[in-house]
């Protein structure tokens, strides 16, 4: 069985991970595990350490390790895409699902698309695995390689969360009001669900929302998000999006924009608002030139 499937006692664990519930994982208590579980779930938290930006911890902890699933791990805490990608040529290391994981997760967010699909490809049987792929996917805009890639998962895995997630990721993307309802019931049930509420859900939740055309049920989800601890910036981000379709007052959008650029001054949303600001720019000058000629 996948380790990473999220059945069995790392039921719990998992669903906390993926719906990006940080500090549950790190306070899980692994003492009732199997031991092979209790090396996946430790993986696991060292990856919620990583996303909560206490990488130094994790280096110090695996610095000692040689093993290649420790090696995968320090280079996803430090981001060293020369590290990961000599783990992912490397034919015994790239055989490792947590290898395929990490080195995977660098190789794709330092834009080395082939790469990390090269990698991921390996997997025999990894839920994880096939949810970044699709993530690559849609990343590249290949939805049809995205879909095609949950098609082929739902006909050997069970009803996991992970598979759940990532069909509703090719549904709002695909679109369509069938489609946006089904990733809603997705994400609401997650949200929903005691003691594993996170941001990432409410985000999710919200987003289905808006395109739904149910904006304050949006607002009210995203509100929520923001208010959590740990709201990471999509959920500012969406607030802003959120905003501008809901016609509220140019201050209120500027004020959120601020706080995103405070948490992530390179978020893709406000790469896009300065590039479409320049464009203008360049054509409302155009026209004002002839005007004054």
């Known amino acids: ?16 991970f993926y719906t990006h ?27 919620a350490q ?42 015994s290391s790239a055989e490792d699902p947590t290898v395929q994981i990490c080195a995977g997760t660098v190789l794709a967010s330092a834009g080395q698309y082939p790469e990390a699909v090269d990698l991921l490809s390996k997997h025999q049987g990894s839920l994880e695995a096939v949810a970044l792929l699709v993530q690559v996917h849609l990343s590249q805009n290949r939805t049809d390689l995205a879909v095609k890639e949950v098609h082929a998962a739902k006909r050997w895995a069970n009803d996991s969360l992970l598979i759940n997630l990532a069909e509703s990721w090719t549904n709002l993307r695909e679109g369509g009001s069938e489609k946006y309802q089904s990733a ?9 669900a005691p003691g594993n509420t996170s941001p990432t859900a409410l985000v999710g939740q919200a987003v289905a929302e808006i395109h739904l055309g149910r904006v304050e049920e949006a607002e009210a989800a995203l509100q929520q998000a923001m208010g959590m601890e740990g709201a990471d910036v999509q959920a500012i981000a969406n607030s802003v999006v959120l905003a501008s379709v809901m016609g509220k007052k140019n201050e209120v959008v500027q004020g959120l924009i601020e706080q995103l650029k405070e948490k992530d001054r390179e978020h893709v949303l406000l790469k896009d608002l300065e590039e479409k600001s320049a464009l203008f720019d360049t054509a409302a000058g155009k026209y004002s030139a002839k005007a004054a000629a």
Do not use: C, W
């Not at 990473?4 to 906390?16: K, P, Y």
């Open 1 to 16: 069985m996948d380790p990473f499937s999220g059945e069995g006692e790392l039921l719990n664990i998992t669903t906390a």
């Open 21 to 47: 519930a940080y500090s549950t994982v790190i306070d899980f208590d692994t003492s009732s595990l199997s031991p092979s579980n209790q090396s996946t779930a430790q993986n696991l938290k060292y990856r």
């Open 50 to 91: 990583i996303a909560l930006g206490q990488s130094s911890s994790v280096v110090s902890a695996l610095k000692s390790s040689s093993s290649s699933s420790s090696r995968a791990l320090v280079a996803l805490a430090q981001f060293d895409v020369s590290a990961a990608a000599e783990l992912a040529s490397d034919a």
């Open 184 to 192: 809603f019931y997705v994400y609401e049930e997650l949200a929903s």
